[in-house]
Nanobody
Framework: QVQLVESGGGLVQAGDSLRLSCAVSGLILNNYAMGWFRQAPGNEREFVAAISWTGGSTYYADSVKGRFTISKDNAKNTGYLQMNSLQPEDTAVYFC??????????????????WGQGTQVTVSS
């Protein structure tokens, strides 16, 4: 059974940092691309960041470029999203997702095979 479990969310102030983790079981993350998406209240879920299965390419939404960094540690079977300079507009539930050997269309939610349940990030002004 495949499971993706996010952690690391919380309540922070504007300008603070958080690191989200996505612990994966039931699959070998070395063979999977990972994406992070977020959904704010009343909004549709949107793309945040992605890393190809080889780890050689990363992609970011314009709204987070330069502030967020995606990575994955295949040895730990865990993905990460380092979030710096957080702003109130970053408040959302953050989801990680995995896509088998994907290098393209990583911004597209429908491409992903497995999803976590999400972790809440709240940024106060």
């Amino acid at each position: 059974q495949v499971q993706l479990v996010e952690s690391g969310g919380g309540l922070v102030q504007a300008g603070d940092s958080l690191r989200l983790s996505c612990a994966v079981s039931g699959l070998i993350l070395n063979n999977y691309a990972m994406g992070w998406f977020r959904q704010a209240p009343g909004n549709e879920r949107e793309f945040v960041a992605a890393i190809s299965w080889t780890g050689g390419s990363t992609y970011y939404a314009d709204s987070v470029k330069g502030r967020f960094t995606i990575s994955k540690d295949n040895a730990k079977n865990t993905g990460y999203l380092q979030m710096n300079s957080l702003q109130p507009e970053d408040t959302a539930v953050y989801f990680c997702a995995a896509d088998y050997r994907a290098v393209m269309r990583l911004r597209v939610q429908d491409e992903y095979d497995y999803w976590g349940q999400g972790t809440q990030v709240t940024v106060s002004s």
